[in-house]
């Protein structure tokens, strides 16, 4: 999709945006989810490779958010043990995506790097 678009984002007078949606995985691997956790790595560094290659005229960022939002018929017992892999033990909510993806675009400068959404689970 990005070399698809990449004349459209390239023509113009101001600076366009790809923002790419990773996942907190793609930083440590799952056993459980090893092609999905693969693909996320390889999005993540398809962020690296567009950002160099469409620079200046195009900004390519990744958002990587770790446990947004529980589903309904998540149990008790599984939120608690989700809530204990980060250092801010919260059900972030959608909202904090909507607010990166703000924040990335309100940058002038930052190009090639990735947003870590995980309240700290790097650091557990």
């Given at each position: 999709m990005n070399l698809t678009l990449k004349d459209q984002l390239m023509s113009g007078d101001t600076t366009s945006d790809i923002i790419h949606i990773s996942d907190y995985v793609a930083e440590k691997g799952s056993k459980?989810?090893?092609?999905?956790?693969?693909?996320?790595?390889?999005?993540?560094?398809l962020t690296l490779s567009f950002s160099a290659m469409l620079a200046p005229k195009v900004k390519v960022n990744t958002i990587s958010p770790a446990m947004l939002k529980f589903n309904e018929h998540d149990d008790?017992?599984?939120?608690?043990?989700?809530?204990?892999?980060a250092l801010i033990p919260a059900e972030a909510g959608f909202e904090e995506v909507i607010d990166g993806i703000k924040f990335v675009l309100a940058s002038h400068y930052m190009t090639g790097r990735t947003l870590h959404l995980d309240g700290g689970r790097h650091l557990k």
């Open positions: 459980k989810h090893i092609a999905y956790a693969a693909s996320k790595s390889a999005l993540n560094n008790e017992e599984y939120k608690a043990k989700a809530l204990r892999k």
